[in-house]
Nanobody, 124 residues
Framework: QVQLVESGGGLVQPGGSLRLSCAAS????????VGWFRQAPGKEREFVSS?????????YYTDSVKGRFTISRDNAKNTVYLQMNSLKPEDTAVYYC????????????????WGQGTQVTVYS
């Protein structure tokens, strides 16, 4: 069983940057794809980005963050990162990471071992 802990959220002005971290326990973390999702108040949890297992050769992004967010993984540290640049107020949400045995999926139901989330607030 993989356990995930997100960190790195905070308050930032529009145009600012944050780097989220998803730290995992368990030696099999590298064998999972990892996804980032976000949930704003009153809205459903939505896909943000994912990275495939092992070397992370493939990455995926929702259209609204393409060119601004970058996902990466460091298997030696059992950590996946989400670098968020040019942040906008509409990026405000709780961000969650989770793992999946399916590479490239955006379906929230294909993910498990959800972390507790980290709050990102972009304010002007």
């Amino acid at each position: 069983q993989v356990q995930l802990v997100e960190s790195g959220g905070g308050l930032v002005q529009p145009g600012g940057s944050l780097r989220l971290s998803c730290a995992a326990s368990g030696s099999i973390f590298s064998s999972y794809s990892v996804g980032w999702f976000r949930q704003a108040p009153g809205k459903e949890r939505e896909f943000v980005s994912s990275i495939t297992a092992w070397s992370g050769a493939a990455t995926y992004y929702t259209d609204s963050v393409k060119g601004r967010f970058t996902i990466s993984r460091d298997n030696a540290k059992n950590t996946v990162y989400l670098q968020m640049n040019s942040l906008k107020p509409e990026d405000t949400a709780v961000y969650y990471c989770a793992v999946s045995a399916v590479g490239g999926t955006r379906n929230v139901n294909s993910y498990g071992s959800w972390g507790q989330g980290t709050q990102v607030t972009v304010y002007s």
